[in-house]
């Protein structure tokens, strides 16, 4: 079973290389790759939050999600599972963009980003919560087409960004009875 969804990850992956990278597209997908790195745009949401008194406690509650996404998923799940990045080890597949420092399994970028956007999306007006998740969701297939994640790192970092977001905003909820935002 784990065979035939390592052998899907990096099929879907060279399908990708082959039938949807083009010129323009790749320029726009390394530039939106670029804006994980570091999770530095979430990081920069969570101070802009943090210094704005009105959203504050938006600031705190994204700020809580992202560093448990950060804990669990990069220094402790990459480590653990210690997955080989896919243009290591699928024949044929090309990275875009430099080689990695770390392993493969969860992808971090899409987890930072889903932990923030999807606490937006869950506390916040729609009118907000849906470009946020636009925002995640470019991240992380960005990730799929520069060819430096499987799909399946991709999934389990959107998956459990996502459960950190949910955790991080019952947590307030439970600590206090404001709204978030």
Not at 66 to 71: G, S
Not at 137 to 149: E, F, K, N, P, T
Not at 157 to 176: N, P
């Amino acid at each position: 079973m784990l065979d035939k969804l390592l052998e899907l990850d990096g099929n879907i992956l060279l399908w990708i290389q082959d039938n949807i990278r083009c010129d323009i597209l790749t320029s726009v997908m390394k530039g939106i790759t670029y804006l994980g790195n570091g999770g530095i745009v979430m990081i920069a949401m969570c101070l802009i939050f943090l210094l704005i008194p009105k959203l504050r406690r938006l600031g705190i509650v994204c700020s809580g999600s992202l560093a448990a996404t950060f804990l669990i998923n990069n220094l402790l799940l990459k480590n653990i599972i210690a997955r080989t990045r896919p243009y290591e080890v699928v024949d044929g597949l090309q990275r875009m963009i430099g080689a990695q420092s770390d392993y493969s399994f969860p992808s971090g970028h899409s987890g930072a980003a889903f932990a923030v956007c999807m606490v937006i999306f869950f506390e916040c007006p729609k009118k907000y919560g849906i470009p946020t998740l636009v925002l995640a969701v470019l991240i992380a297939l960005s990730r799929l087409y520069v060819g430096v994640h499987y799909p399946s790192d991709v999934i389990a970092g959107a998956l459990l960004g996502t459960l950190f977001a949910f955790i991080a905003c019952k947590v307030y909820h439970h600590v206090t009875d404001k709204e978030i935002y």
